[in-house]
Every structure is written in C-alpha cells, then in structure tokens.
Nanobody, 128 residues
C-alpha cells in the first residue's frame, strides 16, 4: 500500500506559476514511475506528466510542454510539478499517482489505466 498527499494548489492569475508537491509513504517510492494527472469539471482525468523511477526520463502532455516541469526527490519520497505560464485551461484538480503496471512504452507511461494509489488531489484555478 502507498499513500499520496498532494499540496501546493491555489488560485493564480494567467501567466503565473504554481509548484505542486506529492509526498508518498508506504511502499518503496524510488522503485516506481510517478505521474501527474488532472481533471477539469465535466471532463475525464487526463495525463499531464510522468517521471521514471530514477528521474532519468520525463514525459509531458503536448499542451504543457515547455511550461511544466516534473521532478522527484527519492530521498524525500516526493514528486513535484512546477507549472509556469499558467492558462485558464490549466484549471483542474491535479492528482499524482504511482504507475503500477505496464511496460516502459510511452503509451503505457501516459495511460491512466496503468496507475494506482491516487492522491486526493489539489485544486488549481487560473483566472484571466
């Protein structure tokens, strides 16, 4: 079992920045790829970014490339999402999750179905 707690969400103006954190406890955090997903009202939860177990590889949804940066600190059992140049369409609840199944393909790494042990989410609201 693993527990995830997200923090760092809030209200920010267009063009602003936020830094999200996801603290993990339980299983060996450093053994797992981690991902960030988001869910806007009335929409399905979608992939945002992922990072390999050792931080050596990162993956991003196209709309956030160049604006968001995922990182991790295995010594602190924490994964981060730095969000810059925020837009109103980034408004959503942001969740972190552990990738528990699948291979090391981009398809599996970006698939919500491959992730388990979701956090409770943190709200990000971007106003214009």
């Amino acid at each position: 079992q693993v527990q995830l707690v997200e923090s760092g969400g809030g209200l920010v103006q267009t063009g602003g920045s936020l830094s999200l954190s996801c603290a993990a406890s339980g299983r060996t955090f450093s053994s797992y790829d981690m991902g960030w997903f988001r869910q806007a009202p009335g929409k399905e939860r979608e992939f945002v970014a992922a990072i390999s177990w050792n931080g050596g590889s990162t993956y991003y949804e196209d709309s956030v490339k160049g604006r968001f940066t995922i990182s991790r600190d295995n010594a602190k059992n924490t994964v981060y999402l730095q969000m810059n140049s925020l837009k109103p369409e980034d408004t959503a609840v942001y969740y972190c999750a552990v990738r528990v199944t699948g291979s090391s393909t981009v398809r599996d790494i970006t698939s919500r179905a491959r992730y388990g042990f979701w956090g409770q989410g943190t709200q990000v609201t971007v106003f214009s």
